[in-house]
């Protein structure tokens, strides 16, 4: 039986957890923005001298209660409709819905010639960091769905309703469980199982063991 005390004491552990969880992001967000930024400026030159548009991309994703807040990446896609882009090639555009929204990098017509590397390195995800200090995202949690993308797996996929309803009670993280699990191409509802899998089991032991296992996992995918 479930008494008072042992329901103040979980709740004080969740507090605590969700304080040093905000501390980490907020204090490691300003290291790797410090510590990238050599290289962010860099990659802001590179990109305005190889494709026309913008440096920065910004896309609306879930966040925490399925309040919507707009992602930044360094744009690795060319400007203007790139649906349209890639309706020009049916059998792919096929391949990207049957696959989860996904298309390889070499294979995606969207993606601009140095976006291919940005991608590649993951150097398109540090503009993240600034999420992170917006508080609109953490360094650690699930990845961070469209709406419409959850509303089309949650009808092709009911089983996963549950996950997607912890998805959704959550901040969306910049790395999480499934990354640095070392899998590869895992479907949807796989992913989902570990997000859910993680926001069930959180733990600062947990969260600190995802981070030191981040730069081996994207060295990994290179």
Known sequence: ????????????????????KRIIDIVGSLVLLLVFSPVMIV??????????????????????????????KFRSMYTGNNDERLKLYPELLKKYKQAGWKLSIKEDPRITPIGKYLRTLSID?????INVLQGNMSLV?????????????????????????????????????WQTSGRNDLSFEQRAKLDSHYIRTRSMRQELLILLKTPLSMISHW
């Open 1 to 20: 039986m479930i008494t008072v005390k042992s329901k103040y004491l979980v709740s004080q552990r969740i507090i605590l957890f969700d304080i040093t």
């Open 125 to 129: 995800e540090m503009p993240q960091f």
């Open 141 to 177: 949690g699930p990845r961070a769905y469209r709406e419409e993308e959850l509303q089309e797996y949650a009808h092709r996929f009911p089983q996963t309703k549950k996950y997607i309803d912890d998805i959704r009670s959550v901040k969306p993280g910049i790395t999480g469980l």
């Open 43 to 72: 990659t802001a030159i590179l990109i305005k001298l190889t494709s026309p548009g913008p440096v920065l991309f910004s896309q609306k994703r879930v966040g925490k209660n399925s309040h919507q807040f707009s992602m930044y």
